[in-house]
């Protein structure tokens, strides 16, 4: 167990590596200068869009600056804004708990809204409560979080006067915005849970629990689910993910503080190394996620545990 875990530790370090090549390069893959983007909209002359371009270290070979770089970002070196030359990773990591706080709401909604109605439409096959889970899943997935935001501001801000339509003030200010996110995280986690279920209530060993006479809903919840959550956990673990990445646009709709909007901020002051940085911090929070599901798996499934011991 001890290898596997060593495995999966060294394969997120190689793609947090890979991150940090794909993060370099976004200054060669925009099109045009980056010094002239950077530059956009002010009176530019030659020389000091060549001061920047020496200040950002254009000015070197491509593989040099490559090297500083990826030197400059072991040592937690995100670089500095270029709007007011504050470091970049203290900006982020102000912002940070408020994403993470809207995300780990979200996911909350989500895992228990879509477990509860995955295992409910697996059980209720054909019925009326399967085809109501499925209707709601299908509407999860396919609503735009910017849309479905605006939709629940209008309900229950404007209409019904429940919650603040905007700000980051208490956890009131949180519920619209996580449930934006959380609806759309459980339609995938609802597809998957019911998918997972059906599989694992037709295999040999639901059948010898129920005939040993244990309660339906000891089997249901003892045993069947917990299987049926192995393969549930990779897409979860996405969806934690892709609700991370949909903080960016609803921290946006809600006016709500976090690296969602930093990065909105930066994209249009043309902040480069801002975006860059909130790239690659976003990059690494997601491979930390996905291992960690990952990791779970030897926790949740016995037969995960034998194989890796042997």
Same mark, same amino acid.
């Given at each position: 167990?001890?290898?596997?875990?060593?495995?999966?530790?060294?394969?997120?370090?190689?793609?947090?590596?890979? !991150?940090?090549?794909?993060?370099?390069?976004?200054? #060669?893959?925009?099109?045009?200068?980056?010094?002239?983007?950077?530059?956009?909209?002010?009176?530019?002359?030659? @020389?000091?869009?060549?001061?920047?371009?020496? /200040?950002?270290? =254009?000015?070197?070979?491509?593989?040099?600056?490559?090297?500083?770089?990826?030197?400059?970002?072991?040592?937690?070196?995100?670089? +500095?804004?270029?709007?007011?030359?504050?470091?970049?990773?203290? +900006?982020?990591? @102000?912002?940070?708990?408020?994403? !993470?706080?809207?995300?780990?709401?979200?996911?909350?909604? !989500?895992?228990?809204?879509?477990?509860?109605?995955? %295992?409910?439409?697996?059980?209720?096959?054909?019925?009326?409560?399967?085809?109501?889970?499925?209707?709601?899943?299908?509407?999860?997935? $396919?609503?735009?979080?910017?849309?479905?935001?605006?939709?629940?501001?209008?309900?229950?801000? %404007?209409?019904?006067?429940?919650?603040?339509?905007?700000?980051?003030?208490?956890?009131?200010?949180?519920?619209?915005?996580?449930?934006?996110?959380?609806?759309?995280?459980?339609?995938?986690?609802?597809?998957?849970?019911? &998918?997972?279920?059906?599989?694992?209530?037709?295999?040999?060993?639901?059948?010898?629990?129920? $005939? +040993?006479?244990?309660?339906?809903?000891?089997?249901? #919840? +003892?045993?069947?689910?917990?299987?049926?959550?192995?393969?549930?956990?990779?897409?979860?673990?996405?969806?934690?993910? @892709?609700?991370?990445?949909?903080?960016?646009?609803?921290?946006?709709?809600? &006016?709500?503080?976090?690296?969602?909007?930093? =990065?909105?901020?930066?994209?249009?002051?043309?902040?480069?190394?801002?975006? /860059?940085?909130?790239?690659?911090?976003?990059?690494?929070?997601?491979?930390?996620?996905?291992?960690? %599901?990952?990791? &779970?798996?030897?926790?949740?499934?016995?037969?995960?545990?034998? !194989? $890796?011991?042997?």
């Amino acid at each position: 167990m001890a290898l596997a875990i060593i495995r999966r530790i060294i394969s997120s370090m190689l793609v947090i590596a890979g !991150a940090s090549v794909l993060v370099f390069f976004i200054l #060669y893959l925009l099109p045009g200068d980056p010094v002239l983007i950077m530059l956009a909209g002010t009176t530019t002359s030659a @020389e000091a869009a060549a001061n920047l371009r020496h /200040q950002l270290g =254009l000015d070197q070979p491509v593989f040099m600056q490559f090297v500083q770089y990826a030197g400059d970002l072991l040592r937690g070196d995100f670089g +500095k804004s270029m709007v007011n030359e504050d470091p970049v990773l203290p +900006k982020i990591l @102000e912002q940070f708990p408020a994403t !993470a706080a809207l995300t780990a709401a979200g996911t909350l909604i !989500a895992l228990l809204t879509g477990i509860w109605l995955g %295992v409910l439409s697996a059980v209720h096959r054909s019925g009326v409560i399967d085809l109501l889970a499925r209707i709601i899943s299908l509407f999860g997935i $396919s609503m735009p979080t910017f849309w479905s935001g605006i939709l629940l501001i209008l309900i229950f801000s %404007v209409h019904l006067d429940w919650f603040p339509a905007m700000g980051s003030e208490g956890w009131r200010s949180l519920v619209l915005p996580a449930l934006a996110l959380g609806l759309v995280g459980s339609g995938f986690i609802v597809r998957m849970v019911r &998918s997972s279920m059906l599989e694992v209530m037709n295999e040999p060993f639901i059948t010898t629990l129920r $005939s +040993k006479g244990l309660p339906e809903r000891f089997i249901l #919840y +003892k045993h069947a689910l917990r299987s049926a959550l192995n393969p549930a956990l990779t897409m979860i673990g996405i969806q934690i993910g @892709e609700l991370m990445a949909g903080a960016v646009v609803i921290e946006t709709v809600f &006016s709500r503080q976090g690296i969602g909007r930093l =990065l909105g901020g930066a994209i249009m002051a043309k902040d480069l190394p801002v975006v /860059q940085g909130v790239v690659f911090f976003t990059a690494i929070i997601y491979v930390l996620i996905n291992l960690l %599901v990952d990791l &779970s798996y030897t926790l949740i499934d016995p037969r995960v545990r034998r !194989a $890796s011991s042997r």
